[in-house]
C-alpha cells in the first residue's frame, strides 16, 4: 500500500535525497542518439539551468549531479534553516514563480 508523501519523508532526519529521472521508450534526454542520428547534447543547459532555478524556489540545495544521455541524478539537502525564515508572503511569491 502507498503511503503519503508526508508519512515516508522526515525533512530534519533526512535532509539528503538521491533522485533520478529516466527518458522512456529509447528518448534521448543529452547526448548523441544513434538510433535517431541527432545530438541533444544542446538540452543539458537547459536542464542544468532548471534544475538550479527550482531549487532556488523551493529552498533545496543541490550537491550533486549527473546529466547523462537518457537519464539523470541529483543529489538534495533539504535546506531546513532557510525554509523556516521564509515570510507567508515569500512562499506564495516563490510559488508564484512556477
Known amino acids: 500500500m502507498t ?4 508519512q515516508l519523508i522526515c ?3 533526512t535532509p ?4 533520478t529521472s529516466r ?3 529509447r528518448a534521448f534526454l543529452c547526448g548523441y542518439d544513434n538510433y ?3 545530438s541533444y547534447e544542446h538540452r543539458k543547459p537547459w536542464v542544468l539551468d532548471k534544475t538550479k532555478q527550482l531549487a ?3 529552498t533545496i540545495d543541490i550537491c550533486a549531479y549527473a546529466i547523462m544521455s537518457n537519464h539523470y541524478h541529483l ?3 533539504i535546506n ?3 525554509n523556516s525564515r521564509l515570510s507567508d508572503e515569500a512562499v506564495v511569491s516563490r510559488w508564484q514563480q512556477l
Open 75 to 77: 543529489v538534495l539537502h
Open 23 to 25: 527518458c522512456v521508450r
Open 3 to 6: 503511503l503519503p508523501r508526508k
Open 11 to 13: 525533512a530534519e532526519s
Open 36 to 38: 535517431a542520428k541527432r
Open 56 to 58: 532556488s524556489i523551493f
Open 80 to 82: 531546513m534553516a532557510q
Open 16 to 19: 539528503y535525497y538521491h533522485v
